[in-house]
């Protein structure tokens, strides 16, 4: 519903644009292909695989991503931890989960460009959790016995860190006229990343897998299929971006991650050689799991249920983007963006996005 939502003003928005741009005539006869130069020729740097390359061009590109999560939430309406804590005896307060990223794209003509990706996390998460489910606390292994709203509880600090999954992706152009671009987005995740994580401090309590959001990787296979669609005209740079991931196996944990779909648009001021700023509309649905991890007691936290993963958010970002346009540095980009959710639903109680903040950095040669 609310992706539908964000996808609707996405969709009014781009056909808003682009009929009165369309009639703007070039005026000092710039080429009539989309470029991808200038700081408005790289989407917000939020947005992956949105531009190609001309042939024979490689580029890297390093992204830092910390994003936190508190609030309590089941469908859009805002759950009390107090609340939760009364039918589970561990319940998530907030999170922080940073990335560092790193990208190198590859043209080997001008119709395709490689791009392969691979990230590094650290999550960090705060639960209140009843002393009874920690070993030493006389109620170690189950955990049952002693909660409810009144059971005596803590605040459980637990993080992981290490390679989360990978991606290779083709870049295909399908269209390339009149400042319109259109690429395909082929891409496959690869389970990279850990799916056993466990938290030190509760070893031999029986619960110390770390909960589903925690783990590092999605431990499948995954198909990426997308596709891009970009316009410029002289004053703003356009673009739009649908993208699935597709999980194609259960992992050897025995589940796999639902179906996940995302939505962006994006819009970008042109004209400066040195700074675009933009605005961005991310939209995004996500279902449940399948499958179930042994290990992960769902009567102890929603966190551990497969049945309450899935949601739909709709995010808003400001975009900067940079570009360094002569000197030694020239052609460097940087750039940052910054926001977070507009509307979300979860099938919950899960934690809602606070906010996002990315910083990029980018050369083409
Ligand atoms: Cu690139």
Redesign the pocket.
Known sequence: MKHALGFLVVGVIMTALIPSQALAQDSHGETDRWSSSGPAGHAPIGVMGD?T?HAGEW?LNYMFTRETRSVLRDGSDRIAPEDAYAIWPMVPLDMTMDMHMGHV?YAPSDRVTLMGMFMWMDHQMDARMANSLMPGHGHGNGGHGMHGPDAPSHTHAHGVSGWADSEVSALVTVLDRDRRRVHLNLGVGIPTGSIDAEDDKMAGSGHARMPYPMQLGSGSWEARPGATFLQQTDRLSLGAQALGSLPLNDNDAGYRWGNAATFNGWTQLRGSNWIAPGVRLQSRIWGDLSGTDPNLDPMVSPENDPDRQGGSRLSGYLSLNFQVPSGILRGHRVAVEWGGALAESLNGPQMGEDWTFNLGW?Y?F
């Open positions: 531009h390359h580029m794209m980018e083409a």
